[in-house]
Protein backbone atom coordinates (compact mmCIF):
# COMPACT_ATOMS: atom_id res chain seq x y z
CA UNK A 1 0.00 0.00 0.00
CA UNK A 2 3.20 2.38 1.08
CA UNK A 3 4.39 1.54 -2.33
CA UNK A 4 1.72 2.23 -4.18
CA UNK A 5 1.33 5.56 -2.70
CA UNK A 6 5.23 6.56 -3.25
CA UNK A 7 4.40 5.46 -6.63
CA UNK A 8 1.26 7.43 -7.42
CA UNK A 9 2.97 10.54 -5.71
CA UNK A 10 6.22 10.15 -8.12
CA UNK A 11 4.20 10.15 -11.11
CA UNK A 12 1.75 13.28 -10.03
CA UNK A 13 5.14 15.00 -9.49
CA UNK A 14 7.02 14.19 -12.66
CA UNK A 15 3.53 15.00 -14.78
CA UNK A 16 3.79 18.66 -12.32
CA UNK A 17 7.00 19.41 -13.58
CA UNK A 18 6.76 18.50 -16.76
CA UNK A 19 3.64 21.50 -17.42
CA UNK A 20 5.54 23.71 -15.03
CA UNK A 21 7.97 24.06 -17.95
CA UNK A 22 6.16 23.35 -21.16
CA UNK A 23 2.79 25.39 -20.33
CA UNK A 24 3.10 28.91 -20.47
CA UNK A 25 0.30 30.73 -17.71
CA UNK A 26 -2.93 30.78 -19.21
CA UNK A 27 -4.92 31.51 -16.69
CA UNK A 28 -8.45 33.69 -17.01
CA UNK A 29 -6.51 36.89 -15.59
CA UNK A 30 -4.71 38.57 -18.03
CA UNK A 31 -2.06 40.66 -16.72
CA UNK A 32 -1.57 42.71 -20.00
CA UNK A 33 -5.50 43.47 -20.03
CA UNK A 34 -6.77 42.75 -16.31
CA UNK A 35 -9.81 44.57 -16.85
CA UNK A 36 -10.45 42.63 -20.09
CA UNK A 37 -13.84 41.01 -20.70
CA UNK A 38 -16.87 40.36 -22.41
CA UNK A 39 -20.26 41.99 -20.99
CA UNK A 40 -23.37 41.38 -22.61
CA UNK A 41 -26.24 43.85 -21.66
CA UNK A 42 -29.87 43.07 -21.87
CA UNK A 43 -32.08 46.63 -22.49
CA UNK A 44 -35.89 45.66 -21.92
CA UNK A 45 -37.29 48.65 -24.10
CA UNK A 46 -41.20 47.99 -23.99
CA UNK A 47 -43.51 45.56 -22.35
CA UNK A 48 -45.98 43.42 -24.17
CA UNK A 49 -49.58 41.60 -23.80
CA UNK A 50 -47.15 38.62 -22.68
CA UNK A 51 -43.66 39.49 -22.27
CA UNK A 52 -41.03 42.26 -23.70
CA UNK A 53 -38.99 43.72 -26.28
CA UNK A 54 -35.32 43.74 -25.54
CA UNK A 55 -32.30 44.50 -27.33
CA UNK A 56 -29.04 42.50 -26.85
CA UNK A 57 -25.50 43.70 -26.81
CA UNK A 58 -22.32 42.33 -26.92
CA UNK A 59 -19.52 44.64 -26.09
CA UNK A 60 -16.05 43.57 -26.44
CA UNK A 61 -13.84 45.26 -23.41
CA UNK A 62 -10.79 43.46 -24.92
CA UNK A 63 -7.91 45.14 -25.54
CA UNK A 64 -6.30 43.05 -28.14
CA UNK A 65 -8.08 39.67 -27.95
CA UNK A 66 -11.39 39.77 -31.06
CA UNK A 67 -14.21 37.70 -32.13
CA UNK A 68 -12.82 36.40 -35.96
CA UNK A 69 -15.51 34.39 -38.30
CA UNK A 70 -17.34 32.49 -38.05
CA UNK A 71 -18.32 34.67 -35.62
CA UNK A 72 -19.99 34.57 -31.87
CA UNK A 73 -22.70 31.94 -30.43
CA UNK A 74 -24.27 33.34 -27.31
CA UNK A 75 -26.70 30.73 -25.61
CA UNK A 76 -28.50 30.70 -22.37
CA UNK A 77 -31.70 28.96 -20.39
CA UNK A 78 -34.75 30.23 -19.39
CA UNK A 79 -35.90 30.96 -15.88
CA UNK A 80 -39.59 29.79 -16.77
CA UNK A 81 -41.35 28.76 -20.24
CA UNK A 82 -40.42 32.19 -22.17
CA UNK A 83 -40.77 31.58 -25.78
CA UNK A 84 -38.95 34.06 -28.70
CA UNK A 85 -41.66 35.57 -30.84
CA UNK A 86 -39.45 37.20 -33.15
CA UNK A 87 -36.11 38.44 -33.41
CA UNK A 88 -33.98 41.08 -35.65
CA UNK A 89 -30.51 41.20 -36.17
CA UNK A 90 -29.77 37.67 -35.18
CA UNK A 91 -31.43 34.27 -35.14
CA UNK A 92 -31.68 31.25 -33.14
CA UNK A 93 -29.94 28.13 -34.77
CA UNK A 94 -33.24 25.65 -33.57
CA UNK A 95 -36.68 26.74 -33.89
CA UNK A 96 -37.52 23.58 -31.28
CA UNK A 97 -40.90 21.78 -30.70
CA UNK A 98 -43.13 24.61 -31.06
CA UNK A 99 -46.45 22.31 -31.34
CA UNK A 100 -48.00 23.45 -28.84
CA UNK A 101 -48.45 26.53 -30.44
CA UNK A 102 -51.79 27.16 -32.54
CA UNK A 103 -51.97 30.15 -35.61
CA UNK A 104 -48.44 32.23 -34.85
CA UNK A 105 -46.16 30.14 -34.36
CA UNK A 106 -42.81 31.48 -31.86
CA UNK A 107 -39.35 32.27 -33.88
CA UNK A 108 -37.71 30.04 -31.72
CA UNK A 109 -39.08 27.80 -28.65
CA UNK A 110 -36.50 25.58 -27.07
CA UNK A 111 -35.48 26.06 -23.21
CA UNK A 112 -31.91 26.56 -23.87
CA UNK A 113 -31.76 28.76 -27.18
CA UNK A 114 -28.91 29.68 -29.09
CA UNK A 115 -28.44 32.91 -30.90
CA UNK A 116 -25.99 33.83 -33.99
CA UNK A 117 -25.77 37.13 -35.92
CA UNK A 118 -26.78 37.44 -39.49
CA UNK A 119 -24.53 37.79 -42.32
CA UNK A 120 -23.80 40.93 -44.47
CA UNK A 121 -26.09 42.05 -46.82
CA UNK A 122 -29.14 40.92 -44.44
CA UNK A 123 -32.37 43.05 -45.48
CA UNK A 124 -32.72 46.79 -44.24
CA UNK A 125 -35.88 45.43 -42.57
CA UNK A 126 -34.08 42.39 -40.88
CA UNK A 127 -31.44 45.24 -39.34
CA UNK A 128 -30.91 47.01 -36.28
CA UNK A 129 -27.85 49.07 -35.45
CA UNK A 130 -24.35 46.92 -34.87
CA UNK A 131 -25.93 43.71 -36.33
CA UNK A 132 -25.02 41.65 -39.71
CA UNK A 133 -21.31 41.61 -39.22
CA UNK A 134 -20.97 37.52 -39.55
CA UNK A 135 -20.55 37.33 -35.81
CA UNK A 136 -17.24 39.56 -36.47
CA UNK A 137 -16.43 41.73 -33.06
CA UNK A 138 -13.09 43.71 -32.76
CA UNK A 139 -10.92 44.27 -30.24
CA UNK A 140 -11.39 47.24 -28.10
CA UNK A 141 -8.02 49.06 -29.62
CA UNK A 142 -8.42 48.25 -32.81
CA UNK A 143 -11.37 49.20 -34.13
CA UNK A 144 -13.72 50.61 -30.92
CA UNK A 145 -16.38 51.24 -33.55
CA UNK A 146 -16.94 47.42 -34.00
CA UNK A 147 -16.69 46.69 -30.75
CA UNK A 148 -19.86 45.31 -30.11
CA UNK A 149 -22.51 43.39 -31.44
CA UNK A 150 -26.73 43.78 -31.19
CA UNK A 151 -29.74 42.36 -32.13
CA UNK A 152 -33.07 42.89 -30.93
CA UNK A 153 -35.63 40.03 -29.46
CA UNK A 154 -39.41 39.95 -28.43
CA UNK A 155 -39.62 37.43 -25.69
CA UNK A 156 -43.15 35.95 -25.04
CA UNK A 157 -44.53 33.33 -21.92
CA UNK A 158 -42.30 36.08 -19.55
CA UNK A 159 -43.11 38.44 -16.69
CA UNK A 160 -44.68 42.02 -17.97
CA UNK A 161 -42.75 43.57 -15.27
CA UNK A 162 -39.65 43.91 -13.81
CA UNK A 163 -41.05 42.17 -10.61
CA UNK A 164 -42.46 39.49 -12.57
CA UNK A 165 -39.46 39.24 -14.89
CA UNK A 166 -36.91 36.26 -14.52
CA UNK A 167 -33.45 36.46 -15.63
CA UNK A 168 -32.25 33.53 -18.20
CA UNK A 169 -29.58 31.85 -16.56
CA UNK A 170 -26.48 29.51 -17.65
CA UNK A 171 -25.10 31.69 -20.24
CA UNK A 172 -22.74 30.46 -22.80
CA UNK A 173 -20.82 32.31 -24.70
CA UNK A 174 -18.72 30.81 -27.93
CA UNK A 175 -16.65 32.95 -30.09
CA UNK A 176 -16.56 30.74 -31.76
CA UNK A 177 -14.98 28.29 -30.06
CA UNK A 178 -14.89 27.54 -26.25
CA UNK A 179 -12.96 29.40 -24.06
CA UNK A 180 -15.37 31.82 -22.55
CA UNK A 181 -16.78 31.27 -18.86
CA UNK A 182 -19.81 33.34 -18.49
CA UNK A 183 -21.34 34.72 -15.03
CA UNK A 184 -24.67 34.95 -13.70
CA UNK A 185 -27.09 37.49 -14.84
CA UNK A 186 -26.80 40.85 -12.72
CA UNK A 187 -29.64 43.41 -12.48
CA UNK A 188 -27.65 47.07 -13.10
CA UNK A 189 -28.81 50.81 -13.31
CA UNK A 190 -31.09 51.11 -16.39
CA UNK A 191 -29.20 52.19 -19.41
CA UNK A 192 -29.69 55.55 -20.58
CA UNK A 193 -30.05 56.47 -24.36
CA UNK A 194 -29.42 59.60 -25.97
CA UNK A 195 -31.13 60.82 -29.41
CA UNK A 196 -29.16 61.56 -32.54
CA UNK A 197 -29.26 65.14 -31.91
CA UNK A 198 -28.50 64.72 -28.58
CA UNK A 199 -31.70 67.03 -26.92
CA UNK A 200 -33.54 64.29 -25.49
CA UNK A 201 -32.84 61.15 -23.00
CA UNK A 202 -34.74 58.28 -22.75
CA UNK A 203 -33.69 54.84 -20.64
CA UNK A 204 -34.35 51.41 -20.65
CA UNK A 205 -37.63 49.68 -18.79
CA UNK A 206 -34.98 47.01 -17.09
CA UNK A 207 -31.01 46.16 -17.56
CA UNK A 208 -29.18 43.39 -16.86
CA UNK A 209 -25.44 42.44 -17.64
CA UNK A 210 -23.71 39.11 -18.25
CA UNK A 211 -19.94 38.75 -17.96
CA UNK A 212 -17.73 36.09 -19.87
CA UNK A 213 -13.76 36.02 -19.04
CA UNK A 214 -11.38 34.30 -21.59
CA UNK A 215 -9.23 31.47 -20.52
CA UNK A 216 -6.59 30.46 -22.97
CA UNK A 217 -6.77 26.99 -21.26
CA UNK A 218 -10.03 26.71 -21.57
CA UNK A 219 -10.13 27.32 -25.32
CA UNK A 220 -7.15 25.23 -26.30
CA UNK A 221 -5.43 21.83 -25.54
CA UNK A 222 -2.47 22.79 -27.18
CA UNK A 223 -0.33 25.97 -27.43
CA UNK A 224 -1.65 27.90 -31.21
CA UNK A 225 1.99 29.84 -31.51
CA UNK A 226 5.77 30.32 -31.09
CA UNK A 227 8.21 32.05 -31.04
CA UNK A 228 11.68 31.96 -32.71
CA UNK A 229 14.92 34.09 -32.01
CA UNK A 230 17.42 35.56 -34.51
CA UNK A 231 20.54 38.26 -33.95
CA UNK A 232 23.03 39.77 -36.14
CA UNK A 233 25.69 38.99 -33.98
CA UNK A 234 25.29 35.05 -33.67
CA UNK A 235 24.65 32.77 -36.36
CA UNK A 236 22.35 30.63 -34.18
CA UNK A 237 18.80 30.09 -35.22
CA UNK A 238 16.66 29.60 -32.46
CA UNK A 239 13.78 27.66 -33.21
CA UNK A 240 10.31 27.20 -31.57
CA UNK A 241 10.69 24.24 -29.19
CA UNK A 242 9.74 20.97 -30.70
CA UNK A 243 6.65 19.36 -30.62
CA UNK A 244 5.04 23.39 -29.04
CA UNK A 245 1.79 22.90 -30.84
CA UNK A 246 2.01 18.73 -31.30
CA UNK A 247 4.16 16.46 -32.96
CA UNK A 248 4.44 14.74 -36.01
CA UNK A 249 3.47 11.03 -36.22
CA UNK A 250 6.38 9.69 -38.02
CA UNK A 251 5.86 6.06 -37.11
CA UNK A 252 2.73 5.68 -38.34
CA UNK A 253 3.06 8.44 -41.63
CA UNK A 254 -0.49 9.77 -40.24
CA UNK A 255 -2.15 13.00 -41.53
CA UNK A 256 -1.12 15.21 -38.73
CA UNK A 257 0.33 17.56 -40.91
CA UNK A 258 0.33 18.11 -44.48
CA UNK A 259 4.42 18.46 -46.35
CA UNK A 260 4.78 21.40 -48.74
CA UNK A 261 4.22 21.07 -52.13
CA UNK A 262 1.97 18.03 -51.23
CA UNK A 263 -0.46 16.78 -54.09
CA UNK A 264 -2.94 17.07 -51.19
CA UNK A 265 -2.79 20.77 -51.24
CA UNK A 266 -4.60 21.13 -54.74
CA UNK A 267 -7.79 20.26 -53.29
CA UNK A 268 -7.81 22.66 -50.39
CA UNK A 269 -10.01 25.47 -50.15
CA UNK A 270 -8.76 28.18 -47.74
CA UNK A 271 -11.94 28.82 -44.98
CA UNK A 272 -12.74 25.45 -45.21
CA UNK A 273 -13.77 24.41 -41.81
CA UNK A 274 -13.85 20.27 -41.66
CA UNK A 275 -11.70 18.54 -38.96
CA UNK A 276 -9.21 17.71 -41.51
CA UNK A 277 -5.48 18.72 -40.27
CA UNK A 278 -3.68 20.74 -42.64
CA UNK A 279 -1.20 22.54 -41.27
CA UNK A 280 2.07 22.83 -42.74
CA UNK A 281 4.61 19.94 -41.04
CA UNK A 282 7.25 21.52 -39.15
CA UNK A 283 9.14 20.90 -36.15
CA UNK A 284 6.84 23.05 -33.73
CA UNK A 285 3.87 22.17 -35.69
CA UNK A 286 2.13 25.64 -34.67
CA UNK A 287 0.17 27.57 -37.18
CA UNK A 288 1.54 30.63 -36.07
CA UNK A 289 5.59 31.40 -35.87
CA UNK A 290 6.34 34.71 -34.72
CA UNK A 291 10.12 35.70 -35.45
CA UNK A 292 12.06 38.39 -33.84
CA UNK A 293 15.20 39.33 -35.56
CA UNK A 294 17.56 41.73 -34.04
CA UNK A 295 18.79 43.24 -37.35
CA UNK A 296 21.02 46.19 -36.61
CA UNK A 297 23.23 48.04 -34.40
CA UNK A 298 22.99 51.94 -34.74
CA UNK A 299 25.21 54.27 -32.54
CA UNK A 300 22.45 55.68 -30.79
CA UNK A 301 19.66 53.13 -32.28
CA UNK A 302 18.88 49.31 -33.19
CA UNK A 303 16.36 47.79 -34.99
CA UNK A 304 14.49 44.67 -35.32
CA UNK A 305 12.39 42.64 -38.01
CA UNK A 306 9.37 40.58 -36.94
CA UNK A 307 8.06 38.22 -38.90
CA UNK A 308 4.32 36.43 -38.97
CA UNK A 309 4.23 33.25 -40.69
CA UNK A 310 1.19 31.22 -41.46
CA UNK A 311 1.57 27.38 -41.68
CA UNK A 312 -2.56 26.52 -41.95
CA UNK A 313 -3.37 25.82 -44.98
CA UNK A 314 -7.06 26.54 -44.10
CA UNK A 315 -7.16 29.72 -42.15
CA UNK A 316 -6.67 33.36 -42.97
CA UNK A 317 -6.14 35.52 -39.89
CA UNK A 318 -8.33 39.10 -40.81
CA UNK A 319 -7.44 41.47 -38.48
CA UNK A 320 -4.92 39.81 -36.63
CA UNK A 321 -3.19 41.45 -34.07
CA UNK A 322 0.45 41.08 -31.90
CA UNK A 323 0.82 42.26 -28.74
CA UNK A 324 4.88 42.81 -27.46
CA UNK A 325 6.29 43.14 -24.08
CA UNK A 326 9.53 44.35 -24.10
CA UNK A 327 11.37 46.91 -21.81
CA UNK A 328 12.80 49.46 -24.84
CA UNK A 329 9.38 49.92 -25.69
CA UNK A 330 9.30 53.85 -24.13
CA UNK A 331 11.59 54.97 -26.91
CA UNK A 332 10.44 53.16 -29.67
CA UNK A 333 11.51 55.46 -32.44
CA UNK A 334 9.40 54.49 -35.63
CA UNK A 335 7.53 51.76 -36.81
CA UNK A 336 7.51 50.46 -40.70
CA UNK A 337 4.12 49.03 -42.73
CA UNK A 338 2.12 47.47 -38.94
CA UNK A 339 -0.44 49.80 -36.69
CA UNK A 340 1.09 50.77 -33.30
CA UNK A 341 -0.20 51.58 -30.30
CA UNK A 342 1.58 51.58 -26.20
CA UNK A 343 -0.24 49.48 -23.65
CA UNK A 344 -0.12 50.97 -20.10
CA UNK A 345 -2.00 48.20 -17.83
CA UNK A 346 0.15 49.82 -15.06
CA UNK A 347 1.21 53.48 -14.11
CA UNK A 348 4.26 54.02 -14.87
CA UNK A 349 5.05 51.57 -17.34
CA UNK A 350 5.39 51.52 -20.65
CA UNK A 351 6.71 47.99 -21.95
CA UNK A 352 4.07 46.90 -24.04
CA UNK A 353 2.51 47.15 -27.12
CA UNK A 354 0.22 45.74 -29.73
CA UNK A 355 0.88 45.83 -33.48
CA UNK A 356 -1.65 45.09 -36.45
CA UNK A 357 -1.86 45.44 -39.74
CA UNK A 358 -2.36 48.43 -42.17
CA UNK A 359 -6.23 48.52 -43.65
CA UNK A 360 -6.14 47.01 -47.03
CA UNK A 361 -2.56 46.47 -47.36
CA UNK A 362 -1.60 43.80 -44.65
CA UNK A 363 -4.18 43.20 -42.01
CA UNK A 364 -5.14 39.80 -43.87
CA UNK A 365 -2.31 37.08 -43.01
CA UNK A 366 -3.10 34.40 -45.61
CA UNK A 367 -2.89 30.75 -45.43
CA UNK A 368 -0.21 28.65 -45.41
CA UNK A 369 1.59 29.64 -48.82
CA UNK A 370 4.25 31.71 -50.62
CA UNK A 371 2.41 34.78 -49.12
CA UNK A 372 1.52 33.30 -45.94
CA UNK A 373 3.25 35.76 -44.02
CA UNK A 374 3.83 39.51 -42.83
CA UNK A 375 6.21 41.58 -41.50
CA UNK A 376 7.60 45.22 -40.38
CA UNK A 377 10.78 46.60 -38.58
CA UNK A 378 10.66 48.68 -35.59
CA UNK A 379 13.57 51.28 -34.58
CA UNK A 380 14.19 52.05 -31.12
CA UNK A 381 16.55 54.69 -29.67
CA UNK A 382 18.72 53.63 -27.10
CA UNK A 383 18.27 54.22 -23.17
CA UNK A 384 22.50 54.49 -22.65
CA UNK A 385 20.89 53.40 -18.21
CA UNK A 386 19.43 50.33 -19.59
CA UNK A 387 20.41 49.19 -22.96
CA UNK A 388 22.74 46.25 -23.45
CA UNK A 389 22.73 42.82 -26.04
CA UNK A 390 23.87 40.92 -23.19
CA UNK A 391 21.97 38.10 -21.41
CA UNK A 392 18.96 37.89 -24.50
CA UNK A 393 17.99 41.81 -23.32
CA UNK A 394 17.22 42.42 -26.65
CA UNK A 395 14.57 40.00 -26.75
CA UNK A 396 10.83 40.44 -25.78
CA UNK A 397 9.67 39.26 -22.96
CA UNK A 398 6.42 37.76 -24.18
CA UNK A 399 4.54 38.03 -27.33
CA UNK A 400 0.30 37.68 -27.77
CA UNK A 401 -1.28 36.94 -31.18
CA UNK A 402 -4.96 37.57 -31.04
CA UNK A 403 -4.85 37.60 -27.91
CA UNK A 404 -2.87 33.99 -27.36
CA UNK A 405 -0.10 33.68 -25.37
CA UNK A 406 2.35 32.15 -27.83
CA UNK A 407 5.23 29.72 -26.51
CA UNK A 408 9.04 31.54 -26.41
CA UNK A 409 12.18 29.30 -26.32
CA UNK A 410 14.16 28.54 -23.11
CA UNK A 411 16.16 31.48 -22.40
CA UNK A 412 19.28 29.44 -22.25
CA UNK A 413 18.70 29.01 -25.71
CA UNK A 414 18.49 33.11 -26.90
CA UNK A 415 21.08 33.70 -29.25
CA UNK A 416 24.32 34.98 -26.81
CA UNK A 417 26.91 37.80 -27.38
CA UNK A 418 30.39 36.29 -28.90
CA UNK A 419 33.06 35.37 -25.90
CA UNK A 420 29.97 35.64 -23.15
CA UNK A 421 28.81 32.97 -21.34
CA UNK A 422 25.24 32.88 -21.10
CA UNK A 423 23.36 32.86 -17.11
CA UNK A 424 22.03 29.80 -16.91
CA UNK A 425 18.13 30.78 -15.67
CA UNK A 426 17.14 26.87 -16.14
CA UNK A 427 19.67 23.91 -16.50
CA UNK A 428 19.99 22.80 -20.33
CA UNK A 429 17.96 20.07 -21.55
CA UNK A 430 15.76 20.66 -18.79
CA UNK A 431 12.86 18.66 -19.81
CA UNK A 432 14.79 15.88 -21.64
CA UNK A 433 16.43 16.02 -17.81
CA UNK A 434 13.04 15.26 -16.83
CA UNK A 435 11.57 12.75 -19.00
CA UNK A 436 15.37 10.69 -18.01
CA UNK A 437 14.85 10.99 -14.18
CA UNK A 438 10.79 10.05 -14.56
CA UNK A 439 11.55 6.24 -14.60
CA UNK A 440 14.10 6.22 -12.06
CA UNK A 441 12.12 7.89 -10.11
CA UNK A 442 9.47 5.19 -10.72
CA UNK A 443 11.34 2.28 -9.59
CA UNK A 444 12.68 4.00 -6.70
CA UNK A 445 9.26 4.47 -5.56
CA UNK A 446 9.36 0.26 -4.77
CA UNK A 447 13.08 0.43 -2.69
Not at 95 to 112: E, L, T, V, Y
Request: charged share 15%; with cysteine; net charge positive.
Amino acid sequence: MLAAMRLLLTGVLCHLLLLLFIFPSSEAYDSLDPNGNVTVKWDILSWTPDGYLAVVTIFNFQQYRHIQAPGWMLGWTWAKKEVIWGMMGGQTTDQGDCSRFKGNIPHCCKKNPTVVDLMPGTPYNQQIANCCKGGVISSWVQDPANAASSFQVSVGSAGTSNKTVRLPKNFTLKAPGPGYTCGPAKIVRPTKFVSADGRRVTQALMTWNVTCTYSQFLAQKTPSCCVSLSSFYNDTIVNCPTCTCGCQDIITDSSSCVRAGSPHLASVVPGKTDNTPFVQCTSHMCPIRVHWHVKLNYKEYWRVKITITNFNYLMNYTQWNLVVQHPNFDNLTQIFSFNYKSLSPYAGFNDTAMLWGVKFYNDLLMHAGPYGNVQSELLFRKDKSTFTFEKGWAFPRRIYFNGDNCVMPPPDAYPWLPNSVPRQIAPPGILSLISALCPVLFLLAFI
